[in-house]
């Protein structure tokens, strides 16, 4: 419902700017008809335009009160910005009407005689043409601000002040409208062929001047810092964070993220090494790509370890010339493991070496994978599962199988072609009946994925790695798993053919069939199951904190996209409170603290948020508290139209990541920050560095 809203608005808001500025154009070519007959039909033309344009007025009301059950911050901008100039503005156009019909209603013979010079002067009056002028400007401002990044903060002191600006601009155009009319009165409303072309040269001349200035201010001011230092970020601009970078030295009291590391002597109990190369791999299907690698396979080995394990890996380099790193996904790593180029590590050059260090005190499903420059680089293969098995062993006869579902690019098109691992094709798997099988399912895909397990009923025992309480038994049930998600699924084969297949906007995964014995059954996909819903599900148990505690920060983000300008050029950008990195809000906390943090998503696509280092508890889901099994992740897909309340610990210092796991979204401006009092980082960003983490 929301989507379709979203849409007709965007199409409303449009329409709005188009018939205003067709109406004024009308309205401002009466005066010159030559005689009443002309009058009459321009009349009756801008009449139709008028109720055309009053219609788009109610209907811009209509989705301003449907946004309203969404929600105060669904209708928050249109409040404070457009509806204060629109409504009033619009409906002041009832005086140019009322003007109208009454002349008009004087016509009733001698159709061919011309304007009485009385009625044309108050055609050209401020009072006639005025609140058609005032009802565009809204229009356009109405328009703006819903399909473009505006340069303020959205708050009523702002919104104050652009209602001040607005009234100036009226009063100037009042005056000037003054002057025009008794202008007219002199050349006795002379409108020459030569007159209106010349009145259209100006408007041009004047219209492409001001779209220059507003283009090189924005491609001016959205230039990106060459270097820029995530402990310095949030409470100014990106220009002010160069200046500072010039003088930046490092405070005795701080605490750099280098120190906050695994365990350095502790004896090692899992080793593994890791090399990034250049690869040619072959899917299924037999079609063949250049993918980038970890060890030569894709996705990489898989990291399988025991928790409470100390656990090494050393990543190698061997000819990823952007560099590369490792971010342990989901996973609560001290801050200098993280691998997040620029805030905690430098990228790795090729022929350079970096080691991470941890303690595996989580057990669950995770993932690992680049995060410099990874919206580029982990489509292209630098990922890999990472299993950290309980101390207790599993029940007795139990199979586990990682579903690792990425999309990859195989041509310099935008096309995708979706896979668990390098199956592109049906895959078949044989599996004795009566085995309990648990399929670690993590979406390696920038999209949220629907995943559907046909022929048996199911259980769903972990999301993002944390167990669920006294899970039910689902049949005939989609798993709707966002972005960088994980979803454990526990199910008891039986004698009949099983499938688990999964679809998403980079296309549809075939999936695989498991079986007895080998056999061509495919199993039908039924796209009409309802989806799984995780705030109702499970048993409810005590937690750390509710709903109902008191917190000692909360934060409120807003997830919308826009046109803007970012690094110089025109792009559909993805905003947090209306910016884009790195002008987004720094999540400022102490060690320590209860942190609550509310998202709304007001845009046209899912965002998976996901916050590095940390866990979150789902405390409500679009204003209704969870009744199910703790709801804790990681990576929380935010649909449009919803609200998330979500809460968590700060008990991991550090400065980390916070954003949309949709990569190409992060790349274009959703990256925010957590930083903890006191925590600074030598570590810098930008285009003069060898770190792009996005």
């Known amino acids: 419902m929301y989507e379709q809203l979203y849409l007709i608005d965007f199409a409303v808001v449009f329409l709005l700017v188009v018939s205003w500025a067709i109406a004024a154009n009308r309205l401002g070519r009466l005066p010159f008809r030559n005689t009443k007959k002309e009058f009459k039909q321009s009349v009756k033309r801008f009449t139709i335009l008028y109720v055309i344009a009053q219609a788009l007025v109610v209907a ?9 059950t969404y929600g105060w911050e669904f209708m928050k901008e249109k409040v404070l910005l457009s509806m204060p100039l629109l409504i009033p503005s619009a409906f002041s156009t009832l005086v140019t009407l009322k003007i109208l019909r009454k002349m008009n209603s004087r016509i009733t013979d001698d159709l061919q005689s011309t304007e009485d010079e009385m009625d044309r002067k108050l055609l050209t009056s401020p009072k006639f043409i005025l609140p058609i002028q005032a009802t565009l400007i809204s229009s356009f401002v109405d ?3 819903f399909y473009f990044v505006y340069p303020f903060e959205l708050n009523v002191v702002n919104a104050i002040l652009l209602w001040i600006v607005f009234a100036l601009i009226l009063v100037a155009l009042w005056l000037r409208q003054k002057r025009r009319s008794v202008k007219l009165l002199q050349t006795n409303y002379a409108n020459t062929t030569s007159t209106r072309l010349l009145r259209a040269v100006i408007s041009f001349v004047c219209l492409a001047f001001l779209i220059g200035v507003w283009y090189t201010l924005s491609v001016k001011a959205s230039v990106l810092p060459d ?4 402990g310095s970020m949030g409470s100014m601009n990106h220009r002010e964070i160069t200046m500072q970078m010039m003088n930046h030295s490092m405070n005795e009291k701080e605490i750099s993220v280098a120190s906050l590391t695994g365990p350095q002597t502790e004896k090692v109990d899992r080793h593994f090494e890791l090399v990034a190369q250049k690869q040619q791999v072959k899917l299924s299907s037999g079609k063949t790509m250049e993918a980038w690698t970890f060890n030569g396979t894709v996705p990489g080995p898989e990291l399988r370890v025991k928790q409470g394990e100390i656990v090494e890996v050393v990543l190698k380099n061997k000819d990823i010339e952007d560099g590369v790193t490792i971010h342990w996904h989901g996973y609560n790593v001290p801050n200098a493991e993280d691998g997040v180029a620029g805030v905690t590590q430098d990228s790795v050059p090729p022929g350079g070496i970096h080691v991470y260090r941890f303690q595996a005190k989580q057990a669950g499903t995770y993932w690992y994978h680049s995060h410099q420059q990874s919206a580029k680089q982990v489509i292209k293969g630098l990922f890999g599962s990472l299993i950290v098995e309980p101390k207790d062993p599993p029940e007795p006869n139990t199979k586990e199988i990682t579903v690792l579902s990425q999309a990859w690019q195989l041509a310099n098109d935008r096309s995708l072609t979706p896979t668990y691992g390098l199956n592109d094709t049906l895959d078949h798997q044989t599996i004795t009946s009566g085995t309990i099988v648990r399929l670690r399912i993590i979406n390696a895909q920038n999209y949220p994925q629907s995943f559907q397990l046909s022929g048996v009923p199911f259980k769903v025992v972990a999301i993002d790695g944390n167990d669920i309480q006294s899970p039910a038994l689902l049949t005939n049930q989609r798993l709707f798993i966002a972005g960088g998600g994980r979803y454990d699924v526990l199910f008891t084969m039986p004698q009949t053919p099983v499938r688990l297949s999964s679809q998403s906007d980079a296309g549809v995964t075939p999936g695989i069939v498991f079986s007895e014995t080998e056999t061509n059954s495919t199993l039908a996909i039924d796209e009409q199951y309802p989806v799984f819903d995780p705030s109702q599900y499970g048993v409810k148990e005590q937690t750390p904190f509710t709903i109902n505690s008191k917190f000692d920060r909360t934060f409120k983000i807003v997830l919308d996209s826009r046109a ?5 050029k025109l792009y559909p950008l ?12 720094m999540l400022t906390v102490k060690e320590g603290d209860l942190v609550k943090v509310t998202f709304f998503n007001r845009g046209l696509d899912h965002h998976p948020m996901h916050l590095h280092g940390h866990t979150m508890l789902v405390l409500s889901r679009n204003g209704k508290p969870t009744t199910g099994s703790p709801w804790w992740t990681d990576s929380l897909d935010v649909a449009p139209g919803e609200g998330y309340e979500v809460a968590f610990k700060a008990d991991n210092p550090g400065i980390w990541m916070d954003h949309c796991h949709n990569l190409l979204h992060a790349g274009m401006g959703m990256t925010m920050h957590l930083t903890y009092e006191g925590i600074s980082t030598p570590f810098q960003t930008g285009k003069k560095t060898a770190n792009q983490p996005e």
């Open 60 to 68: 811009e009301l209509v989705i301003l009160f449907l946004l309203g």
């Open 564 to 568: 803007g300008f970012y690094d110089g």
């Open 143 to 145: 328009w703006y601000s």
């Open 574 to 585: 993805y905003t947090i409170n209306g910016r884009v990195f790195p002008d987004t809000p």
């Open 227 to 230: 270097q820029m230092n995530m």
